[in-house]
Each structure stands twice: as C-alpha cells, then as structure tokens.
C-alpha cells in the first residue's frame, strides 16, 4: 500500500447471525491490505535518517537470507 493510496475495505452482512464472521474477514481484508502495518508505522514520527538505516538493514537482512538460501539450494548435491 503506497503513502496515499486510498484504501477501501467492505464487508457486507448478509445474515445478521454471522456477524462474528464478517468481523473476522474485515479484519483479514485489513491485513492483506496493508492498512495495521502502516497505521503501526505512523502511530509515531520517525527521523528520516532512522528510516533509512532501517530500510538498509532490511535491505541487507533480505540479501543475506536470499544467498543463504541459494547456498543451501546446492549444498543438497554436495
């Protein structure tokens, strides 16, 4: 989800028995949207300098686990 996209979610409630239901599928429909991620990221400001390192040290967390991961692929044939 980008910094202003506009996110909608809908749930609607056919039968009011199922209420819980739908409680849970609206809130699944917000997770994969991305919408409690960003609302965690933006509950407090952080310096412009703290997100970058946090995105360099992800960066760098990513690109260990893909060479790990290719490493591993062919030590099955050693």
């Known amino acids: 989800m980008g910094r202003r996209t ?6 609607a409630i056919y039968d009011q028995s199922q ?3 739908m409680i849970k ?3 699944r429909k917000c997770k994969k949207s991305g919408l409690f991620e ?3 990221e933006r ?3 952080k310096k412009k ?3 970058l390192k946090e ?3 992800r960066k760098k967390r990513l690109s260990q686990k893909s060479t790990q991961d ?3 692929k062919f030590k099955k044939f050693d």
């Open 38 to 40: 960003e609302l965690r």
């Open 19 to 21: 209420v819980h239901r």
């Open 6 to 11: 506009p996110v909608n979610v809908e749930v």
């Open 25 to 27: 599928k609206f809130i």
């Open 43 to 45: 509950r407090y400001h």
């Open 55 to 57: 995105k360099r040290e």
């Open 49 to 51: 300098s703290v997100k």
């Open 70 to 72: 290719y490493k591993d």
